[in-house]
């Protein structure tokens, strides 16, 4: 499922290396991003942002800057990917009361910070969300009619597997954990990542 958001209130806190996709013949660069929910997460800045936006945050990543991602691509594929479409907006260091909340909180958190990049919890694969407090536990109809921006929840429910024949996991690459065209215990290569693995590792659907 793909779809855009209106914005996004988040930091940057560590940067890759630009990479040339070679399916797609274009350019592209990943950041590791905190967003408001203290959730780590991956923003791609596509070839049209790389000269300016990628540029900055990569030469301002230690100061942890706050950035105000509008109009971003969310696709919801095989996990949560955030990137950039040409009609996109990005805005340093926002003058709003979120974003103040949100630089208190880093300068208060920096040993989390390091540790989402040490132990590569911006991974899919180590993604988790905090769970709520019974105050905020809210019915799903409450939250459908209210018409909110997207975002991830719990769901307090019971699932049940009707037909057993159902595959509930895909195969994916041991580094980036993206779905692969490879089989079970065979040696294959990671479109995505680029590397060699003797084989790619099962992740649950769900």
């Known amino acids: 499922m793909w779809f855009t958001v209106p914005d996004l209130l988040c930091s940057v806190i560590h940067v890759f290396f630009p990479q040339f996709v070679e399916r797609t013949k274009r350019n592209l660069q990943e950041f590791v991003i ?4 203290r959730r780590p997460l991956i923003l791609t800045l596509w070839e049209e942002f790389l000269q300016t936006e990628a540029l900055f945050l990569t030469q301002d990543v230690h100061t942890l800057p706050v950035i ?10 095989y996990g949560l990917s955030i990137g ?13 009361q979120q974003a103040e909340l949100l630089k208190q909180w880093l300068q208060s958190n920096k040993k989390y ?34 018409n909110e921006v997207v975002k991830s929840f719990w769901i307090r429910a019971r699932i049940t597997i009707k037909n057993s024949e159902n595959c509930v996991y895909f195969l994916a690459c041991p580094d980036c ?3 692969c065209g490879g089989a079970y215990k065979y040696e294959f290569t ?14 649950l659907r769900f």
Do not use: W
Request: proline share 9%; glycine share 2%.
């Open 34 to 37: 905190v967003n408001e929910e």
């Open 177 to 179: 954990s993206k779905a």
């Open 190 to 203: 990671c479109f995505y990542c680029n590397h060699n693995f003797p084989s790619p590792k099962p992740l």
């Open 84 to 96: 950039t479409v040409p009609n996109s907006t990005i805005l340093f260091d926002p003058p709003i």
């Open 68 to 77: 105000l991602g509008m109009r971003l691509s969310v696709n919801t594929f």
């Open 113 to 146: 910070i390091e540790s989402v990049v040490s132990q590569k919890l911006y991974d899919k694969a180590n993604q988790e969300i905090d769970q709520p407090f019974d105050s905020q536990i809210r019915k799903i109809s409450q939250i459908l009619s209210l």
